[in-house]
């Protein structure tokens, strides 16, 4: 099975298409999807955001290239110690990924917010806790996680994404399977494996597993405590808020 037909396979009919929500209609979004906890696509939402046009590597570390970011060789970026800044990123380093990982100052937002449509349907700047910028490279990826509500701005590329409910509270057995993989897939593990092994018997392990596609310009939401993993198909730019 090539590394990208997983969603073609027969097990793939076992898990729900993430619904596309392309209206733009706040309380829609609130009622449907964010109160009940439910992941969506939400298609083409930053398609006409600043940072769609703006952002090019050579933007990135004209204008970012001094904050601190992490190198990361595998697909469990939380467990990255190497540290250097983007400028040097993007000018030195190949084959690997990187992300920034900072609290939000609403007061003194990050030069990369500059880019980012703050009048949207779905979130707002004070509601914003944390954020990070990431690249990465074809067929990385990261490890089933979790964590608060998150709306994932992909500028560029194409990624895969598979999820489902992990929460404590919510599915107990979804959390229990979350630190199975995570004792199975710890440091130096990667997320194509994952997908490889673990996705097509997914279906039968937990209800409700749902996947999409996320190309450039679309805006994933994913709930406070959804187990989610990530497969790039491409090489792959964007910001993800994490929101209250």
């Known amino acids: 099975m090539g590394l990208f037909n997983i969603f073609k396979s027969g097990n793939s009919n076992k898990m729900i298409a993430l619904d596309e929500l392309q209206s733009g209609d706040s309380d829609l979004f609130v009622s449907n999807y964010k109160k009940p906890r439910i992941p969506v696509l939400l298609k083409g939402a930053a398609a006409n955001w600043p940072l769609m046009s703006n952002w090019t590597k050579e933007y990135i570390v004209e204008h970012?290239?001094?904050?601190?970011?992490?190198?990361?060789?595998?697909?469990?970026?939380?467990?990255?110690?190497?540290?250097?800044?983007?400028?040097f990123y993007f000018e030195k380093l190949s084959g690997v990924s990187t992300l920034t990982l900072d609290p939000f100052n609403a007061r003194k937002p990050p030069l990369f917010y500059k880019d980012v449509k703050s009048s949207n349907p779905y979130f707002k700047t004070n509601d914003i806790q944390r954020f990070f910028f990431f690249?990465?490279?074809?067929?990385?990826?990261?490890?089933?996680h979790i964590h608060g509500n998150?709306?994932?701005?992909?500028?560029?590329?194409?990624?895969?994404?598979?999820?489902?409910?992990?929460?404590?509270?919510?599915?107990?057995?979804?959390?229990?399977?979350?630190?199975?993989?995570?004792?199975?897939y710890g440091l130096g593990t990667h997320a194509k494996d994952w997908f490889k092994n673990e996705v097509p018997k997914l279906p039968n392990k937990q209800e409700n597993v749902y996947r999409c596609t996320q190309e450039a310009g679309d805006i994933v939401f994913i709930p406070n405590g959804y187990c989610h993993a990530v497969l790039n198909k491409s090489e792959v730019m964007g910001i993800v808020f994490e929101t209250k």
């Not at 601190?68 to 469990?76: F, L, P």
């Not at 690249?135 to 089933?144: E, I």
């Not at 701005?153 to 404590?168: C, H, M, N, P, R």
Request: a positive charge.
């Open 64 to 87: 970012m290239g001094s904050y601190v970011c992490k190198v990361i060789k595998d697909s469990r970026p939380a467990y990255s110690k190497e540290q250097t800044t983007l400028k």
């Open 135 to 144: 690249h990465s490279v074809k067929n990385a990826g990261t490890l089933p």
């Open 150 to 184: 998150a709306f994932n701005i992909l500028q560029s590329g194409t990624k895969e994404w598979v999820f489902y409910d992990a929460s404590e509270k919510h599915n107990p057995e979804g959390y229990e399977l979350l630190h199975t993989f995570n004792r199975k």
